[in-house]
């Protein structure tokens, strides 16, 4: 069991930075895919970023590639999101969360019906 606890939203002007990170509690972190994920007010929830157990392989939305960065660091028990050139249309709630799942592939890690963990989100606001 993890619990995820998200810290690094904020506002920022367009074509900014931000670093958001995520602790998640618990002595079996490297056993958990974990991802991002953000919702936007009026919008359903959405898959933002992922990355595998020992942090071999990422995914990632076709709106933010080339733009986030996704990273863990296992020792530490955390997962980053590095996001650049932000545009006004990432403005939204983002949340750390964990899967359990031992399968890898975008129809799995991609969808929020596979993460048991989640955290409380943190706001990130773009202005333009």
């Known amino acids: 069991q993890v619990q995820p606890i998200e810290t690094g939203g904020g506002l920022v002007q367009a074509g900014g930075s931000l670093r958001l990170s995520c602790a998640a509690s618990?002595?079996?972190?490297?056993?958990?895919?974990m991802a991002w994920f953000r919702q936007a007010p009026g919008k359903e929830r959405e898959f933002v970023a992922a990355?595998?157990?020992?942090?071999?392989?990422?995914g990632y939305t076709d709106s933010v590639k080339g733009r986030f960065t996704v990273s863990r660091d296992n020792a530490k028990n955390t997962v980053s999101l590095q996001m650049d050139n932000l545009k006004p249309e990432d403005t939204a709630v983002y949340l750390c969360?964990?899967?359990?799942?031992?399968?890898?592939?975008?129809?799995?890690?991609?969808?929020?019906?596979?993460?048991?963990?989640w955290g409380q989100g943190t706001q990130v606001t773009v202005s333009s």
């Open positions: 969360a964990a899967s359990p799942s031992q399968l890898w592939y975008s129809g799995s890690y991609a969808s929020d019906l596979k993460y048991t963990y």
């Open positions: 618990g002595r079996t972190f490297s056993n958990y895919i």
């Open positions: 990355i595998n157990r020992v942090g071999s392989n990422t």
